[in-house]
């Protein structure tokens, strides 16, 4: 059974940083490229951070600089680490694994950033 796990979310200050988790269970979890999607409320899922098998990473452009993706192969966690994080950070934190036409997600974490 797959399962993928967020954790780490939570009420924080501005500026202040937050560092997420995804481990995950159930996945050759080296072949899997790992994403981080968020989700405000009204707005549409978005695609913050990617991580490639090989390492190779992506954000966008609104986290760029404040946020690091990276991944433990041997432990099966895919991590983000929040620094500087704004209001507009606040949503709903997603972890996503992809590999070819497969796509699993976790179940989200709330992060709430307050002045």
């Known amino acids: 059974q797959v399962q993928l796990v967020e954790s780490g979310g939570g009420l924080v200050q501005a500026g202040r940083s937050l560092r997420l988790s995804c481990t995950t269970s159930?996945?050759?979890?080296?072949?899997?490229?790992m994403h981080w999607y968020r989700q405000a409320p009204g707005k549409q899922r978005e695609l913050v951070a990617t991580i490639t098998s090989a390492k190779r990473t992506n954000y966008t452009d609104s986290v760029k600089g404040r946020f690091t993706i990276s991944r433990d192969n041997i432990e099966n966690t895919v991590y983000l680490q929040m620094n500087s994080l704004k209001l507009e950070d606040t949503a709903v934190y997603y972890c996503n694994a992809h590999y070819t036409w497969i796509n699993y997600w976790g179940q989200g974490t709330q992060v709430t950033v307050v002045s």
């Open positions: 159930g996945i050759i979890f080296p072949l899997y490229t």
